[in-house]
């Protein structure tokens, strides 16, 4: 017999827009929480982003709003009011991540629907937090990764400051925030009483920076950035090989002693320590790529596991690899991983597998700025 899931017969009022308050409320969803989400007349902005795969359906906007019921109301009208405050007497959790001051405006605030709804766990996703100088300053995922220092270690030495290539600033609030949800329901379930829960895209920034900070903290050197690599274990970086890039971790001597023998070079062993193993694996690969002409090794010639190849997501086959574990049963509305999966209203229906590598193709088409390609491309 089939368990129930985890958060069965939880209700959730998603309130939120953008990434990370629906990261949050997805987790939950996943979880098996009954989400309905609110959104505006004009839709959640996330709908237009990126490829539509259906009118006002997009792949941001599936990807963090899967298992969600919709609803959508006007807040700026006072009916559009009174039936959030419906929805929040009968509901465990809501989420928002309104401008700052728009909740307490329009009445909807954690001060309002806590009176309406005592066990209520009321979730606030903010841009700087509750307190401090900045509370009252929007904020979005790029300018936290600029404001928080993340941009200062992404990319390459000497080139402009990159912007990590997903939206992680956001994902991870939502994460926190999801966290943040199930510690207050088992407080509200201890003490019956309302709790409110707030996260911050800064805090998350802060987060992720952290070891950086604390590094520079403890030593006064500025952190610089790092490509595919990082300062503090070698070789852990990305090397252009004869059939593509590779990523090559080997952060212990025993790892690097199992590396220069699958090398053919294990006098590479006797280097010992970050920096001297990084160094001789330098050192050896450009005596093997012919001088330093950058032919490279075959990754998959030369070297075995655990160096990984980089492929991108316009790779047909990876991405399978990939989906056959999850994220195929997503787009086709599979629900193997989570017990069900309910799409919004405009995105019910199931999509084939034709319709899928359709998509694909269209994809692989952007990222190599050509027409899509036909079905015999895939």
Not at 4 to 23: E, H, M, Q, T, Y
Not at 124 to 133: D, S
Not at 162 to 168: E, F, L, Y
Request: hydrophobic share 45%; glycine share 12%; aromatic share 6%.
């Amino acid at each position: 017999m089939r368990s129930r899931p985890l958060l069965d017969g939880l209700r959730v009022i998603d309130a939120a827009s953008f990434i990370a308050g629906p990261v949050a409320t997805t987790i939950l969803a996943d979880l098996g929480a009954d989400v309905v989400k609110v959104e505006p007349p004009g839709g959640d902005a996330t709908r237009g982003m990126d490829l539509e795969l259906a009118p006002g359906v997009s792949g941001p906007f599936l990807a963090v709003n899967r298992n969600k019921r919709g609803l959508v109301l006007d807040l700026k009208q006072p009916e559009g009011v009174a039936i959030l405050e419906r929805l929040a007497a009968t509901a465990d959790v809501l989420v928002e991540n309104y401008r700052p001051g728009v909740a307490k405006r329009i009445g909807v605030d954690y001060a309002r629907l806590s009176q309406i709804n005592p066990r209520l766990v009321y979730c606030a996703v903010t841009a700087f937090g509750a307190r401090g100088p900045l509370r009252d300053r929007p904020g979005y995922d790029a300018m936290m990764q600029a404001y928080g220092g993340l941009m200062s270690i992404n990319g390459h030495a000497g080139q402009e400051p990159a912007r990590m290539g997903t939206s992680v600033v956001d994902m991870g609030t939502g994460m926190w925030a999801a966290l943040g949800i199930v510690a207050a329901l088992r407080q509200r379930d201890a003490t019956g009483r309302a709790v409110e829960v707030s996260t911050a895209l800064f805090d998350t920034t802060l987060m992720w920076a952290s070891y950086h900070a604390m590094g520079y903290l403890a030593s006064g050197v500025v952190p610089e950035p790092q490509g595919s690599g990082t300062a503090m274990i070698a070789p852990y970086q990305a090397f252009p090989a004869a059939d593509g890039w590779l990523l090559i971790a080997a952060p212990s001597d025993a790892m690097f002693a199992r590396l220069a023998q699958a090398l053919g070079a294990p006098a590479l062993a006797a280097e010992k320590g970050d920096a001297a193993r990084g160094q001789a694996l330098y050192v050896e690969y450009c005596s093997q790529c012919h001088g330093g002409r950058g032919e490279g090794w075959g990754w998959g010639e030369k070297i075995p596991p655990p160096p990984v190849p980089i492929p991108d997501l316009s790779n047909a086959e990876h991405m399978r690899q990939l989906s056959d574990q999850y994220l195929f049963e997503i787009i086709k509305g599979g629900g193997e991983a989570v017990g069900r999966t309910r799409f919004m209203p405009a995105a019910q229906r199931v999509m084939s597998d034709e319709a899928i590598w359709d998509v694909i193709a269209y994809l692989r088409s952007l990222s190599r700025g050509v027409e899509a390609p036909g079905k015999q491309e895939r």
